[in-house]
């Protein structure tokens, strides 16, 4: 029952190539979210969006943009990456009002070579 | 500045012996508090939230205002915790936006 799915498991980019991670939710949320997550920095929010065509920026925008046309799927577009960009990388959705909470997905992990 | 603070990186019990995974959090107006939880190989999934006051796999936490703290605790750890435990508080205001600790990874021992 697999609810937020990134299409990524592991990814491999050279520096300074455009990079799409994407992410798909089948629970109708409002709101999507991505972050990036490394050892001993916990969670740290890039880029949200409570709608569709809506995006914010999180704690950590740099470098980094979304594009969100439909409900559904929220992608997370680095420009051109760099080898400070390899990281684990969550999509999470929740309800506007994140009553009940984010449901993540397994992660993207991307290595910047 | 609101923030979450989790004093420890790794927590090492022994089976059966009660643990309690810290969490203080800086925050001015009334929080909302949760606990998620991810096992080895597993996705990031909510654990329990203040509001529902839930024991959740014998876990529980409590708020307390006054110590501005929201600490995980089980009277009888297991094998199965080991996990890495990251607390979390919800920001009102310009939208919800939740803000995660940096995580503590508990290592239950046989």
């Known amino acids: 029952d697999v609810k937020v799915t990134q299409s990524s498991r592991y990814l491999v980019k050279r520096t300074g190539e455009k990079v799409f991670l994407e992410c798909v939710q089948d629970?109708?949320?409002?709101?999507m979210f991505w972050y990036r997550q490394d050892p001993g920095l916990g969670l740290r929010l890039i880029y949200f969006?409570?709608?569709?065509?809506?995006?914010e920026k999180g704690d950590i925008p740099e470098g980094y943009s979304v594009s969100r046309e439909k409900k559904e799927r929220f992608s997370l577009i680095l420009e051109s990456a760099s080898t400070n960009q390899t990281s684990m990388y969550l999509c999470?959705?929740?309800?506007?009002?994140?009553?009940?909470?984010?449901?993540f997905g397994s992660g993207t992990r991307l290595t910047v070579v | 500045a609101q923030r979450v603070t989790q004093p420890e990186k790794l927590l090492s019990v022994f089976k059966g012996a009660p643990v309690e995974l810290k969490c203080n959090y800086s925050?001015?107006?009334?929080?909302?508090l949760f606990w998620y939880v991810q096992y080895s190989r597993q996705r990031l999934q909510l654990l329990l939230r203040?509001?529902s006051r839930e024991s959740i796999k014998g876990f529980t936490a409590d708020l307390n205002k006054g110590e501005t703290s929201f600490h995980l605790k089980k009277p009888f750890a297991q094998e199965e915790d080991s996990a890495m435990y990251y607390c979390?508080?919800?920001?009102f205001g310009g939208g919800f936006k939740t803000i995660f600790g940096a995580g503590t990874r508990l290592f239950v021992k046989a």
């Open positions: 203040h509001i």
């Open positions: 979390a508080l919800k920001r």
């Open positions: 629970m109708d949320h409002e709101n």
């Open positions: 999470a959705s929740s309800l506007l009002n994140e009553r009940d909470g984010y449901t």
């Open positions: 925050y001015s107006g009334s929080p909302e």
């Open positions: 969006s409570y709608d569709v065509k809506m995006k």
